[in-house]
């Protein structure tokens, strides 16, 4: 699975950007997939993942009710809607995909994922 992120940019805060996540090969409807990111000198962190059938979606509690995540498998493709944007969401923003589903909790692990996109970066003055 090759998974390709994009979307990202330079905004205000209080603005929005939409993430996508394009997926490459034709099992991308049987992996749960997630959004992480990575601030300069931080850890990666959870952002938000989304199941196989799109009918459970997890936030880190940073970005909920701001941030949505879904997914669209016809197109192999999974977004990310980021409203009310933050100078804090300021980071690189990747996607990975789980091929080995194992609950709701391991959602947040980023050892979980086994495929990863190559990370688009999202900039958000103040």
């Known amino acids: 699975v090759q998974l390709q992120a994009s979307g990202g940019g330079l905004v205000a805060a209080g603005e929005s950007l939409r993430l996508s996540c394009a997926a490459s090969?034709?099992?991308?409807?049987?992996?749960?997939m997630g959004w992480f990111r990575q601030a300069p000198g931080k850890d990666r962190e959870f952002v938000a993942a989304?199941?196989?059938?799109?009918?459970?979606?997890y936030y880190a509690d940073s970005v909920k009710g701001r941030f949505t995540i879904s997914r669209d498998n016809a197109k192999n493709t999974m977004y990310l809607q980021m409203n009310s944007l933050k100078p804090e969401d300021t980071a690189v923003y990747y996607c990975?995909?789980?091929?080995?589903?194992?609950?709701?909790?391991?959602?947040?692990?980023?050892?979980?994922?086994?495929?990863w996109g190559q990370g688009t970066q999202v900039t958000v003055s103040s």
């Open positions: 990975a995909a789980e091929t080995v589903y194992r609950g709701a909790y391991y959602l947040r692990d980023f050892n979980e994922y086994d495929y």
């Open positions: 090969g034709r099992t991308f409807s049987g992996y749960a």
């Open positions: 989304i199941t196989r059938s799109t009918s459970s979606t």
